[in-house]
């Protein structure tokens, strides 16, 4: 490669954890590099990357604008307009093969990353827990610029703490006046979002209330989130009669929310986005794995082994049943009440010591 480049489109869609994921990476990647970057994501997933500092995002229109092959057209010439030197692909799906092929066609290089499609699926298939984990999707985004020929070190020594640097203030009104009327005394100001994408990653409903009571008995404050309606109402009849719980679901903006997980003492959170998103804040996390498994490479960013509880193997011997969980074994639909209570616990304790 003759020169670095200085300006790269990257496309990532979707889902809101793969594209959580991203924002270490491109953290990193404008931080040790001299370069422009325009990343095209949905709409609701620009507040995720508001503080990071150089970075420009667009807003794309899957639904109507941009949606089919002839809105892809328009979204690849919007994107031909800004001049990149690269088109990077960081999703990888038919919608952005036909990007790639649109932005080939008007002059613009191309590149992807590897997916590791076929390595997780055989894990899955043949797995065993001893084996050495996968490439992390974090390292996977990175290895994509890498082969642009930039630098993107991710070892945390190499990147400040994302508490330095402050949210969109305007787009937070509230959060800190709202955090220091709930801050226990004594105890910590926990998160938990017991719901995921299927229900083999949702932490029961009853044993998540059992959780609130027993943090909360410990002098903890526990914030709830979860998606507006259905899940905002399920939390709210759980969690009522609970003194020193809040539920944040359908009460704050995306990016109130992410205000608020920067200033928690512990995330608790299943195999979803959550985790992600409060992982980017250098915030604990403490995930909860059931039809999934975190050597698979989807552990939250700077998180080790020690903070990942799992669903009994010898209780349900075909786990992991799926790459993303979405797959359930006949017998398999009570799987996460295999992760006890107590167990959390006494994880949350350590983490917290």
Same mark, same amino acid.
């Given at each position: ?5 200085? +300006? ?25 590099? $001299? ?42 010439? !919007? ?31 191309? +590149?992807?990353?590897?997916? %590791? ?26 290895? %994509? ?6 630098? *993107?070190?991710?070892?945390? !020594? ?7 640097? #402050? ?41 998540? !209330? #059992? ?14 989130? /979860?998606?507006?309606?259905? $899940? ?14 809040? *539920? ?14 920067? +200033? ?11 985790? +992600?998103? #409060? ?5 604990? *996390? ?10 698979? /490479? ?7 082994? $020690? ?15 799926? *790459?993303? !969980? ?15 209570? %107590? ?11």
């Amino acid at each position: 490669m003759s020169r670095a480049p200085r +300006h790269i489109a990257i496309v990532r869609f979707s889902a809101m954890g793969d594209v959580a994921m991203l924002f270490p990476v491109l953290r990193a990647v404008l931080r040790q590099n $001299e370069l422009q970057i325009t990343l095209f994501t949905r709409p609701q997933f620009i507040p995720i990357f508001s503080s990071i500092k150089g970075l420009n995002v667009q807003a794309v229109d899957l639904k109507n604008k941009h949606s089919g092959p002839r809105g892809l057209w328009r979204l690849a010439r !919007g994107i031909k307009s800004i001049d990149p030197d690269y088109f990077l692909d960081l999703h990888d799906v038919l919608r952005t093969k036909l990007l790639r092929t649109y932005m080939r066609l008007l002059g613009v290089a191309v +590149h992807t990353f590897d997916k %590791g499609r076929a390595q997780k699926k055989q894990r899955v298939k043949d797995f065993d827990p001893k084996a050495p984990w996968l490439m992390s999707t974090h390292e996977r985004y990175a290895d %994509g610029f890498r082969a642009l020929g930039l630098m *993107v070190n991710l070892d945390l !020594g190499h990147l400040t703490p994302i508490k330095n640097d #402050a949210l969109d203030k305007n787009q937070t009104t509230g959060v800190l006046e709202f955090l220091n009327s709930v801050r226990p005394q004594n105890g910590a100001l926990i998160g938990f979002a017991p719901f995921a994408a299927y229900p083999g990653k949702t932490y029961p409903l009853d044993l998540a !209330g #059992a959780l609130c009571q027993e943090l909360t008995k410990k002098g903890h404050q526990v914030l709830l989130f /979860g998606a507006p309606g259905k $899940e905002a109402r399920q939390l709210e009849e759980r969690v009522q009669s609970i003194k020193g719980t809040a *539920v944040l679901a359908g009460q704050w903006t995306f990016a109130q929310e992410l205000e608020i997980m920067s +200033h928690l003492d512990l995330m608790i959170a299943m195999d979803s986005g959550n985790g +992600h998103l #409060a992982a980017n804040f250098g915030t604990p *996390v403490l995930t909860l794995w059931g039809a999934t498994h975190p050597s698979l /490479g989807f552990m939250p960013f700077g998180q080790g082994p $020690e903070r990942q509880l799992y669903a009994d193997r010898s209780q349900y011997p075909k786990l992991p049943t799926s *790459v993303y !969980g979405n797959k359930l074994p006949e017998g398999y639909s009570e799987l996460m009440r295999s992760i006890p209570v %107590g167990d959390i616990l006494l994880k949350v304790q350590e983490i917290l010591a």
